[in-house]
Nanobody
Framework: QVPLVESGGGSVQAGGSLRLSCVAS????????MGWFRQAPGKEREGVAC???????AYADSVKGRFTISEDNAQNTLYLQMNNLTPEDTAMYYC??????????????WGQGTQVTVSS
């Protein structure tokens, strides 16, 4: 497995923005898909965004129009630009080499994640 390290989370007021980053730890690898996932208090983990090497993207309805997934191929870094944040976006955010929107993700190598807290 290739460890992934998430960063960029923090505390922000509703309507604010954050940009999350995800980088490979130890060594780089080739990815066909990369996705962002989140787990809010009392809820199961869900996929919110996905990107393929062809540039295709997919988003959960709850974040569509507000979140943008992208990658920097030169640095093997995945990003999640989050705009117009709401308290419902409060969650621990994770990245993974999986393309999956919604709950019940079949993946078992999650990193530490990065916490996003949105205050009203």
């Amino acid at each position: 497995q290739v460890p992934l390290v998430e960063s960029g989370g923090g505390s922000v007021q509703a309507g604010g923005s954050l940009r999350l980053s995800c980088v490979a730890s130890g060594h780089t690898s080739t990815w066909s898909f990369m996705g962002w996932f989140r787990q809010a208090p009392g809820k199961e983990r869900e996929g919110v965004a996905c990107i393929t090497r062809l540039g295709s993207t997919a988003y959960a309805d709850s974040v569509k129009g507000r979140f943008t997934i992208s990658e920097d191929n030169a640095q093997n870094t995945l990003y999640l630009q989050m705009n117009n944040l709401t308290p419902e976006d409060t969650a621990m955010y994770y990245c993974a080499p999986v393309c999956w929107i919604g709950p019940r993700v079949k993946y078992n190598f999650w990193g530490q994640g990065t916490q996003v807290t949105v205050s009203s």
